[in-house]
């Protein structure tokens, strides 16, 4: 099976700050790649899906990119309500797997 | 309004048997392919299962594979998850959600609220 390594699994950025994590799959994967946001106490919400759409509603601050197995996930400028677990999942074939997940909080 | 509302989570013994249901509503539920997915406390989210749309093909994680049992009643807007032979592992907050195209494997737009499994003696 296909595993989803993701890094860092959690960073400390100010509000403002340009963040980037990434997510590497062990066997390539096109782009059948999602970012997901996980706030606090709360369902998981799909931000990108297709490695770098945009789902409808997102802010733009939010970007995806990557191909095969190497993606990333930027938020332009960090705001409080970004503070969240973000998780990656393939979706290529199944098992649809998730990474681990980068943890989001505000210094 | 689509929604996805989960039910069935209790607290089991281990080795114990649970039957979980997801009603769908406010969509075409037998034109898409159907997941469980769980979360255990303070963890990550794990995949779990799936149904295709017809219920003719499923797919499990390994952790669960011959001790689960996904299906679905498309007459009844309803997905269901049978658990058996329940280990203290199996403790989490179970999510329903859907692909979110019905002609290919796609991310998942839609998720239940969860419904949480206690395995615990």
């Known amino acids: 099976d296909i595993q989803m390594t993701q890094s860092p699994s959690s960073l400390s950025a100010s509000v403002g700050d340009r963040v980037t994590f990434t997510c590497r799959a062990s066997q390539g994967i096109s782009n059948y790649l999602a970012w997901y946001q996980q706030k606090p106490g709360k369902v998981p919400k799909l931000l990108i899906y297709?490695?770098?759409t945009l789902q409808s509603g997102v802010p733009s601050r939010f970007s995806g990119s990557g191909s095969g197995t190497d993606f990333t996930l930027t938020i332009s400028a960090l705001q409080p309500e970004d503070v969240a677990t973000y998780y990656c999942?393939?979706?290529?074939?199944?098992?649809?797997?998730f990474g681990q997940g980068t943890k989001v909080e505000i210094k | 309004e689509v929604q996805l509302v989960e039910s069935g989570g209790v607290v089991v013994q281990p080795g114990g048997s649970l039957r979980l249901s997801c009603a769908a509503s406010?969509?075409?539920?037998?034109?898409?392919?159907m997941h469980w997915v769980r979360q255990a406390p303070g963890k990550g989210l794990e995949w779990v299962s799936l149904v295709s749309w017809d219920g003719d093909n499923t797919y499990y994680a390994d952790s669960v594979e011959g001790r689960f049992i996904i299906s679905r009643d498309n007459s009844r807007n309803s997905l269901y998850l049978q658990m058996n032979s329940l280990k203290t592992e199996d403790t989490a907050l179970y999510f329903c959600?859907?692909?979110?195209?019905?002609?290919?494997?796609?991310?998942?737009?839609?998720w239940g609220q969860g419904t949480m499994v206690t395995v615990s003696s």
């Open positions: 406010g969509f075409t539920f037998d034109d898409y392919t």
């Open positions: 959600t859907k692909d979110m195209s019905s002609s290919a494997w796609s991310a998942f737009n839609i």
């Open positions: 297709a490695a770098s």
């Open positions: 999942q393939k979706y290529n074939s199944a098992p649809r797997t």
